[in-house]
């Protein structure tokens, strides 16, 4: 009987006890409810996600920042449909200054494709007790480019010297394996200007097969050059040509709608919002770098 009893008595303090666990769960109020808050589809593309971020090896606020991509990461797999190698792909695009830098400009178009951050507003952010771990929340508008890439239609660029010296004249040749509307940007210093076309150059249709030369003879006996000027205050600096052609008329291609993006926060945010009105079949860029000396 005793035997009974005792046995009883430590079932029952064992129930007790996983009872009474579960009962005290605890919350942080800094954290956000992850079953609750974690993931929010607001409709039309908008959504609201909260990343996280361990302090491990890294300052506070760059676990925020790393806090902030992941929830950028998880909107765009959601909306897209994909997995994201978030240590290969780009999804908010910065540098260190929180702007978008030069690399970040590169092939713009497949990121696109695969789908990207329009909008972005932070919610709330902050750092949780247990465990230790930054978070942010955001409300975020997710954008993509429709249909499939065609492997038919390519680019081919080049420019005629890749180190110049200051104020001394881009010249490249672009050749497309289709009919197609061609763009130049041109990305310097903090700036994107649309070197081509131009008020003087407005004809910006390429013929499949055929070679189009910038400025050109032609455009050098009109006077038209595209000089590569370096800041008074440095002596050697990067730039990047980038090229983008379109089987349309779209008005990232069209003569005289846009001729200066200005910075490269707002040219990245520009481009980006017609790219992704642009079907996958429809567009192809090319990318040809350069640096600038003394």
Known sequence: MKKILALNSAVFLFLLIICGSAGAKTTDKNKPDVEKEIFKNLGASWYEVTGTAGLQNQTLEEAKSNAEKNACIKAVQYHCGISIDSNLEKISITNNTGEPGLDDFFHISRQASRGIILEKKVLNSGLTENPPEAYVKLRVKVGKQKGEKDSGFRLQAKLTSKSLKNEEPIELS?????????????????????????????????????????????????????????????????????????????????????????????????????????????????????????
Do not use: W
């Open 174 to 294: 672009i050749t497309s394996s289709a009919d197609c509307h061609i763009a130049v940007l041109n990305l310097t210093e903090n700036s994107v200007y649309v070197i081509f076309p131009n008020e003087y150059m407005p004809e910006n249709k390429l013929i499949a097969g055929k070679t189009l030369v910038l400025p050109g003879k032609k455009g050098r006996e009109r006077g038209i050059t595209f000089p590569a000027i370096l800041p008074d205050n440095k002596k050697k600096e990067a730039g990047l040509i980038k090229i983008i052609a379109t089987r349309q008329v779209f008005p990232l291609t069209q003569p005289g709608v846009i001729t200066e993006y200005g910075t490269y926060k707002l040219a990245y945010k520009k481009l980006m919002r017609q790219l992704v009105e642009i079907p996958v079949s429809q567009v192809e860029e090319c990318d040809l770098a350069y640096t600038i000396e003394r």
